[in-house]
């Protein structure tokens, strides 16, 4: 007898007809997972804080336990209330500060914890040991906390670099390109840090100005004091802009209008041709990779659409908001790709777990015979307001013609 759709049976199949756990198994599986994560993530800084024989006195455990409990217990809701339908800003805004300041602690409670096997084995410490990792720990957090926000709410330093372009004309030579990515304006209002970041690019006198994606959280309604800004970024020959990840949260194609009312060239899988002295450079643009699985109607990334048109003899730089997408680049002999996405890693050591993901987190890097990528360690922060060993930056490529050193 033929499944009916939606039954057990249906759900348990998959398209190759093997086996596989049905939806609300797969549901409680991946809940199970998270809240032995989530368990982890703070079991792990109180017991580094509090317990492991620190030996403090009852009221300073029982204290410390009752914080990290109802930290642990209201994470979820808090998250659920910032980032779910009811998209409350100030319930976000502790549940990511909540969850930047656990992962810093978590991080260096493992330090701690391996220091403290390395002094075990070589017998130095005694009775303090514990006490004094506790400390320790709680001290550097502390401070990389401190200074990790100070990082992120700061407008980004320029990092200036030389790009050579082999196939690109003299009369292009020295274009100035000044990148812009993960901005994500969200639920810290910084409408001034906008600001400031729009003059501290109008002093940079670029040629082409790029925004590579992920814009805000929030659709373009919510975050339009924020970007406003950026209508007042001059350019001499372009201004464009693509989609990143997090614009397929909300509304997509609203921020490509908004962007477009701001004055810049959404490059919804499209390209437009700059010119200096006499030559030419093809500026493309794609959607993000995660465009099509989003549902949304005529957007994915498409390169050959991106490119419709453009003599192949020109070269190329190719806006994507994902370095992974530099597979499709190289082979369509791309010369340069620009890309955000990774945030440098953000928060160290995440940066480890994003190179699983990501060809490269961050700067200049080769691909195939001809293609080179530049990665941004982006403008903005993403969730927690900190940026620990990874700054952020705004970005100017200074584009060379003829062949340059090895990258």
Known sequence: MQAEAGSPSEDGLRSSGSPRPPRSLRRRLGGGVVLIVLLLLFFLPWWTLFASGTGWPFPVLLVGTVVFA?????????????????????????????????????????????????????GVGGAGRARSIAVAVAVISAVLLAWGHHEAMRVPRVRRLDVHVPRLGGGLDGTRVVVLADTHFGPIDRAGWSARVAEAVNALDADIVIHAGDIAD??????????????????RLAKVYVTG??????????????????????LHNRHVMVERGGDALVLAGVDDVTAESSGLAGHRANLVDALAGADPERPVLLVAH???????????????????HTHGGQIWPFNFLVRIDQPVVRGLSRHGERTQLYTSRGTGFWGPPFRVFAPSEITLLTLRAGDGPTT
């Open 218 to 235: 929030g659709t373009p309604a919510r975050r339009r004091e924020q970007s406003a800004p950026l209508g007042t970024i001059r350019s």
């Open 70 to 122: 109802a930290w642990l217990a209201s994470f979820p809701f808090l998250m659920a209330a910032g980032h779910g339908r009811r998209g409350s800003d100030r319930a976000a805004r502790v549940a990511d500060s909540t969850l930047g300041v656990v992962w810093v602690l978590f991080t260096w409670s493992v330090l701690g914890g391996l220091v403290h096997l390395v002094l075990i084995g070589l």
């Open 245 to 266: 990840n997090h614009e397929y949260f909300g509304e997509a194609q609203g921020w490509l209008d908004r962007m477009a009312e701001l004055g810049w060239e959404p």
């Open 322 to 340: 994902q370095p992974k997408y530099v597979a499709q680049a190289a082979a369509g002999g791309i010369d340069l790709q620009v890309s955000g």
